[in-house]
């Protein structure tokens, strides 16, 4: 009896280790936003990969398949249309947004944010 009870601290701190305990989960040195481009693509714009190596690690490392960017296409008298969207390496993301609303045409962006997309 005294050897099954001398021997569980050391199965229980083994399995701690198997199960992750043994350090914190990886972080990328770079947030989401310097991983996306702003691009004149389609008829507002969009956002495309920035292909550098802290970016590619992010996703090489399992991290996050890409990063989702969401935000406002902003036209004439204040009027906005909301879009959302995600932005991979190999996988631009068009703003689904006409460049005219409502008879005024498209003079910015506004509230970008951006995220990391698991």
């Given at each position: ?24 989960e ?21 956002y ?35 879009y ?35």
């Amino acid at each position: 009896m005294k050897k099954i009870i001398l021997a569980l601290p050391f199965l229980t701190s083994c399995f701690s280790a198997f199960a992750g305990g043994s350090g914190p989960e990886w972080q990328p040195q770079i947030s989401p936003g310097q991983c996306i481009q702003y691009t004149e693509i389609g008829e507002t714009g969009g956002y495309k990969w920035h292909n550098i190596d802290a970016c590619n690690e992010v996703v090489h490392r399992g991290y996050a398949s890409g990063a989702f960017v969401s935000g406002k296409v902003v036209y004439e008298g204040g009027e906005t249309i909301e879009y959302t969207g995600i932005v991979k390496p190999d996988a631009p993301y068009t703003i689904q947004a006409p460049s005219t609303h409502n008879g005024k045409k498209k003079v910015g962006h506004g509230g970008a944010y951006t995220y990391w997309a698991r």
